[in-house]
């Protein structure tokens, strides 16, 4: 019998596949036998998993989902470990969700195939949901960590500066993705991570006391 990593394995590569095909063709573009074939494996073998087009949608958005999430993660690890400014590990934590890179470009595509897909479809509308607010809670923990320490004003609410940054950050995202060289011809990516640090300076005023005193 295979081990559950080899099940887990599995199942991640036929994610990948999924999202793989998305990113190149389109959401359109994702069937079972180009999931499978793509995957490396045979249509049975991607039914073991899966037995509906529905189901393995599901969990590649969802393995998305977790993909960003990690990264996420490790940017706010990474800042704690370093005693950065809160400011800063926002930064580095929002724009990874802005498509700056042919990586994270894929990634919002395919992202935002699925959002669409969840206007209709309540199991993605559910992950969609989650991910959005798992980001106005780093985004509203850190706003309440930064009046404690001094970075933010004692008066400002941390939910409505989370709901504000978030509003600003999937703004810039989109407007990266939709038209990256811009209708001038200047790249719009250069202005995405410049905007998003001010917009965040808003918020972020003060200077930690943490780490100077």
């Known amino acids: 019998m295979p081990r559950t990593a080899d099940h887990e394995q599995r199942r991640r590569q036929i994610a990948d ?15 079972v036998a180009r999931t499978a074939a793509t995957a490396g494996m045979s249509v049975g073998l991607v039914q073991h998993y899966f037995r509906t087009k529905d189901e393995m949608l599901l969990h590649a958005f969802r393995e998305v989902s977790a993909r960003i999430r990690a990264r996420v993660d490790e940017r706010i690890r990474d800042g704690v470990v370093h005693k950065r400014p809160l400011a800063q590990v926002m930064t580095d934590v929002m724009t990874e969700y802005i498509p700056l890179d042919e990586p994270r470009r894929a990634e919002y595509r395919v992202a935002r195939a699925f959002a669409g897909r969840a206007l209709d479809a309540p199991a993605l509308a559910e992950v969609d949901t989650e991910s959005a607010r798992r980001l106005r809670e780093d985004i509203a923990r850190a706003v309440h960590n930064g009046k404690e320490c001094g970075e933010v004003d004692e008066h400002l609410d941390p939910q409505s500066a989370a709901v504000r940054l978030a ?6 995202a989109l407007q990266v993705y939709r038209e990256p060289e811009g209708a001038t011809g200047q790249a719009v990516t250069r202005f995405a991570v410049p905007l998003l640090e001010a917009e965040i300076a808003v918020v972020f005023t003060g200077e930690c006391r943490q780490y100077t005193e």
């Open 17 to 31: 596949a999924v999202s793989q095909l998305i990113s190149e063709h389109g959401l359109d573009a994702v069937t």
């Open 167 to 172: 509003a600003v950050m999937e703004g810039l």
